[in-house]
Nanobody, 115 residues
C-alpha cells in the first residue's frame, strides 16, 4: 500500500521560509515523477513544482527563483524548500507521485503566510 505523508507546513511571516517534506512508503520515489501542488478554497489545485526520476525539475512561474524541489533517495523523501514566502503562497500543499499511470496523493500540509 502506497502512502505519502507531507509535513513541514505552518504559519510563517512574509519573507520567511519553510521546507515541506513528502515521505513515501510502498513506492520508490526515485523511480517516479513527484510533485507538489497547492489549493486554496474555491480554486483548482495547481502545480507548484515537479521532479522526475532523472532529476529534471519544473516550476510554476509564480514560484520560480523562490522554491526548490529536491529528492533524497536514501530517505525516499521529496522536499520543497520555500523561500521569500508571500501571502499568496498560503494554501494546502499536497504531494503527488506518479508512475506507469498510477497517481498517489498525500493528505496535505497547510502553509499560511501572514504577519
Amino acid at each position: 500500500q502506497v502512502q505519502l505523508v507531507e509535513s513541514g507546513g505552518g504559519l510563517v511571516q512574509p519573507g520567511g521560509s519553510l521546507r515541506l517534506s513528502c515521505a513515501a512508503s510502498g513506492t520508490i520515489l526515485s523511480m517516479n515523477t513527484t510533485g507538489w501542488y497547492r489549493q486554496t478554497p474555491g480554486k483548482e489545485r495547481e502545480l507548484v513544482a515537479v521532479i522526475t526520476s532523472g532529476y529534471s525539475t519544473t516550476y510554476a512561474d509564480s514560484v520560480k527563483g523562490r522554491f526548490t524541489i529536491s529528492r533524497d533517495n536514501a530517505k525516499n523523501t521529496v522536499y520543497l524548500q520555500m523561500n521569500s514566502l508571500k501571502p499568496e503562497d498560503t494554501a494546502l500543499y499536497y504531494c503527488k507521485s506518479s508512475r506507469q499511470g498510477f497517481n498517489y496523493w498525500g493528505q496535505g500540509t497547510q502553509v499560511t503566510v501572514s504577519s
